[in-house]
């Protein structure tokens, strides 16, 4: 996980669910639906990481018959902003690449 993920939620390191992809064509966007549960938060914090003005969006499946809608996150990094390192999240159903000019963490 980067660590650079925990800073922006304001969080100790702990386990992250992604619930939904959410793709905003016309605003060339990625939303990722995401529940952190850490120790100070057992129950969970929901969040969503913003990727802007993407430029290019990849997914590979791992288990494409899978119906888990509640997936565990083995690694989230952030990649760099303007379109220079793209940002990677990957489970143990899919793997996306995300190429964006900027991002952000919203509640």
Known sequence: M????WEL???PPGTLYIHNVHLQ????TV???CQAITDDTPRGKTFQINFKNCRNVQ???IDP???DKNV???????GEQSHSKAAIIYTGL?????LYDSVNVSW
């Open 94 to 98: 899919t793997e996306m690449s995300v």
């Open 72 to 78: 565990q996150a083995y690694g989230v990094f952030l």
């Open 9 to 11: 939620l304001r969080l």
């Open 31 to 33: 939303i990722v639906d």
């Open 59 to 61: 997914w590979e499946a």
């Open 2 to 5: 980067d660590p650079r993920l």
């Open 25 to 28: 064509h016309s605003e060339s």
């Open 65 to 67: 018959y899978s119906t």
